[in-house]
């Protein structure tokens, strides 16, 4: 059955009309349906032969698919960089992958399984343009999915994001999807654990994190294990908070990053 029932909406921002697509997906991975938002660039057209990049916004822990359009405008962005920009629906604790204890609650087949291929069918996605970035939780998920179908994307990217999980082994949500903090499932479902995966890839990567982020000091550790290993990865510490102001100017330098790689093709 097919999982996917579609609403289409206008919606007013900075005094001008411009359109975005809410998708539904019914829960055949995950505990209950997620809600994707998808911005397509103002020339975008379903009758022209063009096709364009994708880029996956994922959000933090506790968030929904509609933060990312709280930090900045996500349509200018599709406007500016001529993306199409994909925000799903994280179901707040998720953290992006298959729990090893949940039944109903395998994101990661979700996301390669249900949405990828809806959303290269339903939209004019250049195959080998794919790109995934997100924030604290979402920057953990882009990198962590990124190093288990490498194939998928041509790069990757995390602002702030939680690459050890050790670091938030206590909380209740992290518990709640891997349980009470075993160290050897925490290294198996931790990017920093995974850094080899990356390196095979020969693919780039970007990733940032502010020096009173909490998870600072982790970002640092995964620097180090990227340059042992030599991924090609650009990595960016400045001052500044796991925040919307942090974040706001951190997403600008991925876009242009991203935008870059395009170019360079």
Same mark, same amino acid.
């Given at each position: ?35 994707? &938002? ?9 009758? =022209? ?8 916004? &994922? ?19 599709? !406007?500016?960089?001529?993306? %199409? ?19 109903? =609650?395998?994101?990661? !087949? ?8 809806? %959303? ?14 997100? %924030? ?8 962590? &999915? ?33 349980? =009470?903090?075993?160290?050897?499932? &925490? ?13 095979? =890839?020969?693919?780039? %990567? ?8 909490p998870n600072y000091e982790a970002n640092n550790d995964f620097r180090r294990r990227c340059d042992e290993l030599k991924v090609k990865a650009t990595y960016i510490s400045q001052p500044g908070k796991s925040d919307k102001v942090y974040w706001q100017r951190a997403i600008k330098v991925q876009f242009d990053f991203f935008k870059r790689i395009v170019r360079d093709i």
């Amino acid at each position: 059955m097919k999982s996917l029932i579609l609403t289409f909406g206008m919606c007013l921002a900075s005094l001008s009309m411009f359109a975005q697509e809410q998708l539904y997906f019914n829960p055949l991975y995950i505990p209950h349906a997620d809600t994707t &938002l998808v911005y397509t660039p103002r020339d975008y057209s379903m009758t =022209s032969g063009r096709k364009y990049p994708v880029i996956f916004l &994922l959000h933090g822990c506790g968030a929904t698919y509609r933060q990312w359009n709280t930090i900045v405008s996500v349509q200018k962005y599709a !406007d500016a960089y001529g993306f %199409i920009i994909v925000c799903p629906d994280g179901l707040k604790d998720s953290w992006y992958i298959n729990s090893p204890r949940k039944q109903m =609650s395998k994101y990661e !087949d979700f996301f390669f399984k249900d949405l990828v291929p809806t %959303i290269k069918q339903k939209y004019r996605v250049e195959d080998d343009q794919v790109f995934i970035t997100g %924030i604290c939780a979402g920057g953990h998920g882009a990198l962590y &999915l990124f190093s288990k179908r490498p194939d998928l994307f041509k790069a990757a990217g995390s602002s702030g994001g939680v690459l050890d999980l050790s670091v938030e082994s206590a909380t209740a949500s992290l518990q709640n999807i891997l349980g =009470s903090g075993e160290a050897d499932v &925490l290294r198996k479902y931790s990017v920093i654990h995974n850094v080899g995966k990356l390196a095979a =890839s020969q693919k780039e %990567i970007i990733f940032d994190c502010g020096t009173e982020d909490p998870n600072y000091e982790a970002n640092n550790d995964f620097r180090r294990r990227c340059d042992e290993l030599k991924v090609k990865a650009t990595y960016i510490s400045q001052p500044g908070k796991s925040d919307k102001v942090y974040w706001q100017r951190a997403i600008k330098v991925q876009f242009d990053f991203f935008k870059r790689i395009v170019r360079d093709i």
